[in-house]
């Protein structure tokens, strides 16, 4: 046993048991023990602040998920209604008169505070019903409209009643108003559609997506049709066809650096020439797709040479060795066998557009327009830019209704950044 | 190996296929191969032998113009097939390789059907008019590759889903289909097991019966297997070309006869 302990060829004996060894062995595993730490104890941090912004997002964000209607019964009082043009009746007489008559206490005095419970929509929505059908004239119909976003925030709990009333948005007798509405079961909080479906508005009770998620996608979309063949194209022929020199080296060198041009840089250059050179139209989805089509180029013709590099040299053999030509060979084998890299990397590249906020703010996407833009050229903002538009309004219902925002470009991020990594592990290929 | 069995030298009296003269390669700087002389005969299986990095390949991959698409590499001298320059500006290197065709170390099949694997080269080059031409052309080169009875039922099934012996056979039944008059190997059975390798070199012996085979091998006992005439390459140089048998028992040359029995390389 001690000779199969003490041996060794150098010029000491080596004794595999002895103190010193064993303490090499020691330190050894605590030094794994303790780089293991580190990296459990940074990828904790990372997950931790992740739940901090998404349990910070939800929680303010979960309130603009539902939105306070009121259901009110009114009457199209002939003696308001103007006979030559309907659509300019005194409504909002008929709706303060429908209110006093319906909320029990209310004298012809607090007509005007209980007009303020429901949103500034309650008066189109009546002009609207009185075109469709003008035999409502005299008759009695039930609404059922969004409460405005004082009242929101009070059906919400989200209003202080410890506050002195001077500093409170609503006054003691409105609370007991709109109490005494929901005593009669009048005040429900059904599912925001609005947030998805109505364009921005400057009232946060009738604000939603509609134009921004139009805007970002024909933004999108352009971006998409642009940046996708131009940068594809680009990255075969570097890739496969140029002449390996300086004038390819130069090329590929300032490919990496527009890829680090940070983006603002290119919402100037789209201001100065799409706009100011070329005349293009201001605040259009259009421009916008255009711009980042400039910062998407660079990410997809690296994503797709490295998705080109990576098609092993074997098959190119090959397809050469059977008489293939160079173009058949790129067309027919080391491109489809590219696709999914190539796919993967416009997905990533198109994610990243879709969150750029500073270069569509300089082409005036961050305009207040009140209707989704019904072709790319018309002015609209994009999500992120509607973002920022939100997060800087004062009305205390746009604070949830901006985290909502987040919410919903997070949900399409997640979506493309899944996208991509299905495709990779769909395509995922052993050679 | 006591296998130095030498194969049967029926032929020796074919005309040459290629002809090559003071074939030069240079990698850049690098002078690969030296004043190259070589007469490659129809109908006869013939292998390069040498040390690793002696230019076996690199002479290889002059015959079909591979080496064109290595940028830095610069060949001279003259190649004739069938008396015919293929260095010459008139010759289209694409069509000579459907001519010339080429099996690889590390078989690799296209990441396609065993069907558009074979199919794909006669496609390319319009050698079909028809569906039924181009099932014939199929089916006759994996015969003549010996690989039809294992894949017949399964044509649409991926060629990277067979063995290492099918996908190298899968290649030779590839490289058959554009109906070449040459066909070089550049170690086809390096990446195979024993038994994939005899029945690859079974069939290279078949092979000869239609086409002129060049075969870059390590193994001298696969040269001496499969091969009627041998070519020795030692650093760039040709040193020795003749008769397989000659070179095994009566080499010529003194690092021939090092390399023979296995003192150098
Ligand atoms: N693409 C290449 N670029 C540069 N040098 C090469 C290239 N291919 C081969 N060589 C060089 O040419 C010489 C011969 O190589 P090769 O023909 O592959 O040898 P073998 O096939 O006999 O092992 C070697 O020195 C090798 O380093
Ligand atoms: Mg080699």
Redesign the interface.
Known sequence: MADATQTGIGPRPVDWTSEEIGARVRRRKASEMRLKMVGLAAIGFAFLMLAILMVSLIATGWQAMTQTHVRIDVTYDPALINEANPARSNFRQMLQNSLVAQVPGATAEDGRALLGILSNAAQFTMRDRLLADPSLVGRTVTLNVPASDPYDLLNKGLIDHETPEELRRVKDNEIAFFGALAAQGRVTKPLNTTLLTSADSRFPELAGLRGALTGSFYALLTCFLLSFPIGIGAAIYLEEFAP?NKASDFIEVNINNLAAVPSVVFGLLGLAVFLNWLGLPRSAPFVGGMVLALMTLPTIIIATRAALKAV?A??R??????????Q?VVF??VVP?AMPGILTGTIIGLAQALGQTAPLLLIGMNAFVTAAPATPFDPATALPTQIFIWADSPERGFVSRTSAAILVLLGFLVLMNGLAIFLRNKFE?KW | MNDMRIAERTVGTNAAKISARGVQVYYGETHALKDVDVDILDRTVTAFIGPSGCGKSTFLRCL?R?ND?V?IARVEGTILLDGQDIYDKRIDP??????V????Q?P????KSIYDNVA??PK??GLTRNKGELDEIVESSLRKAALWNEVKGRLNDPGTGLSGGQQQRL?IA??V??SPEVLLMDEPCSALDPIATAQVEELIDELRENYAVVIVTHSMQQAARVSQRTAFFHLGNLVEYGETGQIFTNPKDTRTESYITGRIG
Do not use: D, W
């Open positions: 390996k092993p074997s098959i053999e090959a397809a050469l060795g059977v008489g293939a030509s160079r058949q027919h084998h066998l290929r | 079909n591979m698409t940028a694409v069509q000579l390789r459907a001519k065709g080429m099996v690889f590390k690799n099949p296209f990441p794909y080269g390319i080059h290649c590839r490289a289909a554009t």
